[in-house]
């Protein structure tokens, strides 16, 4: 069945935040995959760990095809947070391939329906409980784009890599000078406004 242009391109967009999600783990140790950079314990291979189970329940349990495999993370008896980092049994291979296995069940469910098929969400509000495919689509390029942001900016914490993806860094040329320039100004900036 070939794809609407719309679907295409929401698929599209999908595709591209999952993308920029693995690729800011590209080079790195264990160690730094795994270190909680912000005072809320954000780290790389936690977010990936997130939004596998994120996309397998709105591309899956939310359109009755349950992701095949166990993820017991995201039960309702699972501890706080646990979605969000990776245990010492969980290695940086085992949490991209369970993504990419999550990511295939999504594309496979992308494929099967059309985008006016409705879902249903139990973890929303009863009055927006059934939404569409369209609207979940929507819903999970935001989510995926936001986590990549989060990526973003761990990563830069990490080794100062940064971009959209890999030969696109989407930010001005300068070199370390300019861009030591560039933040000087910032700051003196806020400083001004801190005193004014």
């Given at each position: ?25 590209d ?16 780290n ?39 979605d969000?980092?990776a ?14 296995r ?40 935001a ?41 000087a100004?910032l ?10």
């Amino acid at each position: 069945m070939t794809e609407s242009p719309a679907k295409s391109d929401l698929h599209h967009y999908l595709t591209r935040a999952r993308e920029a999600m693995l690729w800011k783990l590209d080079g790195l140790s264990e160690y730094d995959l795994r270190r909680p950079l912000t005072p809320t314990g954000t780290n790389l291979l936690g977010l990936v760990k997130h939004m596998a189970g994120v996309e397998a329940g709105y591309l899956g349990e939310c359109f009755a095809r349950p992701f095949p495999e166990p993820l017991p993370w995201m039960e309702e008896d699972a501890e706080d947070n646990a979605d969000m980092w990776a245990t010492a049994e969980e290695s940086r291979d085992s949490v991209v391939e369970l993504y990419r296995r999550v990511w295939a069940h999504g594309d496979a469910t992308i494929a099967a329906l059309p985008l006016e098929e409705t879902g249903e969400v139990p973890w929303w509000p009863e009055e927006v409980r059934h939404p569409t495919l369209h609207r979940i689509l929507i819903h999970l390029i935001a989510e995926t784009n936001r986590h990549a942001g989060h990526a973003d900016i761990v990563r830069e914490l990490i080794d100062g890599a940064v971009g959209m993806r890999k030969g696109s860094e989407n930010l001005p040329g300068g070199d370390q000078a300019w861009w030591d320039g560039y933040r000087a100004r910032l700051q003196k900036v806020a400083e001004d406004a801190r005193h004014a």
